[in-house]
Structure formats: structure tokens, C-alpha cells
């Protein structure tokens, strides 16, 4: 699952819409203090809602729930691995308390999507990329990142380049709150200046490698370089 995703869907019957439609009302009745929770239940309804319309809906601070997987993964924060491979040095595996025991690093920025919604001010922390790379010792060569996620199904990638920025994070945390599983915690990425499909829920792995591999939305007609105004025929405002 990915909040970015195009789809063309097939009707569902009544008793599906009204549904949904008293999920979006609880959403608005209840406000923040059950959000958390109406998101999950948002999620889960639109992994089996091939309309969209859960997208359309309240109750997810202003995010829209689409689905390309079968189910929104689960991982505890104990069990949950992230993988650095590929062209290091020193490849290793971090547990969620091995990353929060990083320098962490908060950023508020904007949050687009390239099928034209926006969050504005939205809070990410974590780690930045560029910090586990240092750790691992990237090879001379190495031009690129993969991404891989624990649904089975999500990729993304990403210049070397564009990982060493300052504004990658790898964010176990999201508007100060641990990033929830319907929002692709415990840790997801978060490429802060590029539509929101290149900051792929529920990562797993990250693989330095020779060469841009594109992702999922990517092999299916997104850009590979998905700058915020200046990738897939869009001019929204730049968001970093």
C-alpha cells in the first residue's frame, strides 16, 4: 500500500459505501483523539476498495489510503529489521532501537502528491539517509539506492546523489508520533522534496547499488526523478 496510486476500479455495492461512509463520519465526529485508530480501519477497508473512494475520505489528517498490495503489513517494534546492503563496506541490520539511538533528525515540510493532494506541514523524524550510508561505507561505483519494503510488493530507488541529501530521512516517527502501520511504520522513508510515491511505507531494505533500478510506480509510467514540480508533467509548489 501507498498513499500515491492511480487506479481504475470496479463499483461495490451499497452496503460497502455506506460503510465507508460512516468510517469518514466517525473520522469527523471524534477528531484526533480516535484518528489514529480510524486511519487503521481506513486502510484496511480500502485494501479491499478497488474505487478509491476510502481516499476520498476524513479521519487521515488529510492522507488518502489506496492499496497495491493484498493488506497493510504488520511488523512490532520488536521485531521489525531494516537491511543496509549491497556495494558497503560494512553491510549491517538495525532494530527500531538501534535507529531511534541515532542522531535524530525532525523535518516539517509539505507533503505532495503526484495525483494532486497536498498535507501541508506535515512532521517526519528519524535518521538521515546519508547517516546510515556513512556507517555502512559506500564503494566507489556505487550510484544508486533500492528500496524494499516488508509488504512484498513496494520498491522505490534513488541516485546516490539524491540520498546524500539533507532532507532523506529514514523516519520511525511521523507528526510526532510513531509512524502507524497504515502510515507504513514502524519506519518508512520520506524524500522529503519529491512526490510522496518515492517515500516508500514499510521499509525493510536499502541496497547500495551501480545503477537506478525504478520502482513500482516507476515501472508503471511515474518518474524516476520525482521532483515536486518538476517530474511527471506537474508544477506544484516545491515542498523542500
Known amino acids: ?9 470496479t463499483p461495490v455495492g451499497r452496503r460497502i459505501v ?55 503489513p504488520h511488523r512490532s ?28 533528525t525532525r523535518l516539517v515540510r509539505d507533503v505532495q502528491c503526484v495525483t494532486g493532494w497536498r498535507v501541508p506541514q506535515t512532521a517526519f523524524a528519524g535518521v538521515l539517509l546519508s547517516d546510515l550510508l556513512t556507517a555502512a561505507g559506500v564503494q566507489p561505483g556505487a550510484t544508486a539506492l533500492r528500496f524494499s519494503c516488508f509488504d512484498g510488493v513496494y520498491t522505490e530507488s534513488l541516485t546516490l546523489e539524491q540520498a546524500r541529501r539533507p532532507d532523506m530521512l529514514v523516519a520511525y516517527e511521523m507528526r510526532d508520533e510513531p509512524v502507524s502501520a497504515a502510515h507504513g511504520g514502524p519506519v518508512r522513508l520520506y ?6 510515491y518515492k517515500s516508500a511505507k514499510w521499509l525493510s531494505g536499502i541496497t547500495v547499488t551501480d545503477q537506478v533500478t525504478p520502482g513500482y510506480w516507476e515501472e508503471r509510467g511515474y518518474d524516476v526523478d520525482g521532483w515536486v514540480g518538476r517530474s511527471n508533467g506537474r508544477d506544484d509548489h516545491p515542498t523542500s
Open 77 to 104: 517494534d520488536t521485531d521489525y529489521r531494516l537491511t543496509v546492503d549491497g556495494l558497503v563496506d560494512r553491510p549491517g541490520t538495525y532494530t527500531l532501537e538501534q535507529l531511534r539511538a541515532m542522531p535524530r
Open 18 to 72: 455506506l460503510g465507508v461512509l460512516a468510517l469518514g463520519a466517525l473520522g469527523v465526529a471524534t477528531g484526533a483523539r480516535v484518528q489514529k485508530s480510524t486511519e487503521g480501519l481506513l486502510a484496511a477497508v480500502s485494501a479491499k476498495d478497488p474505487t478509491g473512494l476510502t481516499g476520498l475520505l476524513p479521519g487521515g489528517g488529510g492522507f488518502r489510503f489506496y492499496s497495491v498490495a493484498a493488506s497493510v
Open 1 to 9: 500500500m501507498t498513499e500515491d496510486d492511480d487506479r481504475a476500479g
Open 191 to 196: 524524500a522529503a522534496p519529491m512526490y510522496f
